[in-house]
Nanobody, 118 residues
């Protein structure tokens, strides 16, 4: 299984970025996809996800939009009105049972850096 993220970069406050993530490999049935972020010296927190429901962290509600394509196993994160406090490494994750065994699997991308300058 491969998780490939793209779209990070440097942007000024108030700007926008779009993160994309694609999960390849059909060994498991994905029932949850999400974006986490980790700022320097802080824990990794869930930003937005699509599973049985769609979730947004309070800090990004109204500014970020998550979209998932189940057929393509992709998830995108549209980030608008970016703030310096959004600066972090953003990680894509996908969860679900392995088709052959039913064992639950979590896969993570390498992370993509988003830097918002003031």
């Amino acid at each position: 299984v491969q998780v490939v993220e793209s779209g990070g970069g440097l942007v000024q406050a108030g700007g926008s970025l779009r993160l994309s993530c694609a999960v390849s490999g059909s060994t498991f049935s994905i029932n949850f996809m999400g974006w986490y972020r980790q700022a320097p010296g802080k824990q990794r927190d869930l930003v937005a996800s699509v599973g049985s429901t769609t979730y947004y962290a309070d800090s990004v509600k109204g500014r970020f939009t998550v979209s998932r394509d189940n057929a393509k196993n992709t998830i995108d994160l549209e980030m608008n009105s970016l703030k310096p406090e959004d600066t972090a490494v953003y990680y894509c994750t996908a969860h679900g049972p392995v088709i052959a065994t039913g064992k639950y699997l979590e896969v993570w991308g390498q992370g993509t850096l988003v830097t918002v300058s003031s």
